[in-house]
């Protein structure tokens, strides 16, 4: 990214049938005063009828798919959309409301001083949070650091992260890093062996406003071990140059 280039961020929420909490979800971004961009992955006629009103709001963009392709999808979507709108920075948020607003400022701080900076929130969960929940996403963190042969991805799984908006489409068209929950940690993995510049910040977590979840317990699982399998053989090739620490230069201009 050119460094003289205008920072403008907005926040990118991938919605899929969270009616009852988009608004709220809405609402408790708003203070960051920067533009909002709402993604319908193909929800029902009530969520539907929720996001066209959102819409109507002059801060608030939407960008429509005609059928739900998953999580994964919608941020990618949504990225595509952010630049073509000249977005340099994307904001992810969920749409459940389980994200402290209070702990986002942070994200969009000091960006013109590191705009190639992958920003990933890690959680800090309160009593809300499933137990199996709390303890499963430690197998993902452990298959993440084998991965990269380091502790620099705190949690990949959380999801909050800043991503600068045309470098990660870049980074996408080479490798298209899942239409589902892979992608959140699949992306993180192939920025870090790039040899990019990430930071980690802390988010209180709530479960959920709305109670929502689209985590399918057999196919994503499936997913998510095809994706680590793959990343682990990606770690081998890498190996050498992993092990040497050599790093790039930096996300493509």
Not at 162 to 174: G, H, I, M, S, Y
Not at 181 to 197: C, I, K, N, S, Y
């Amino acid at each position: 990214m050119a460094a003289e280039q205008a920072i403008r961020p907005c926040v990118l929420i991938p919605v899929y049938n969270h009616g009852t909490a988009i608004a709220a979800t809405c609402a408790g971004v708003r203070p960051l005063g920067v533009p909002i961009l709402l993604v319908d992955d193909g929800s029902d006629a009530d969520c539907v009828a929720v996001l066209d009103a959102l819409a109507r709001e002059p801060d608030t963009l939407l960008l429509r798919l005609p059928q739900n392709r998953g999580k994964g999808a919608a941020v990618k979507a949504g990225l595509r959309e952010a630049e073509r709108r000249g977005f340099t920075h994307a904001l992810q948020v969920d749409a459940d409301g389980q994200h402290a607003p209070e702990d986002l400022p942070p994200f969009l701080a000091g960006l013109a001083e590191a705009p190639g900076e992958l920003r990933i929130g890690y959680p800090r969960f309160d009593a809300s949070v499933p137990r199996h929940r709390f303890y499963g996403r430690y197998a993902t963190h452990v298959l993440v650091w084998i991965s990269t042969l380091s502790l620099a991805l705190r949690d990949t799984m959380c999801g909050v992260k800043l991503f600068p908006v045309a470098a990660t489409n870049r980074l996408v068209t080479r490798h298209d890093c899942g239409d589902r929950m892979q992608f959140d940690t699949e992306l993180p993995v192939r920025w870090l062996w790039a040899g990019w510049p990430v930071a980690n910040l802390p988010v209180r977590v709530h479960y959920p406003l709305d109670g929502v979840s689209h985590y399918a317990l057999w196919r994503d699982n499936l997913l998510l071990a095809v994706m680590h399998a793959r990343l682990l053989l990606g770690m081998l090739r890498r190996l050498p140059r992993l092990v040497a620490g050599r790093r790039s230069e930096g996300p493509p201009s």
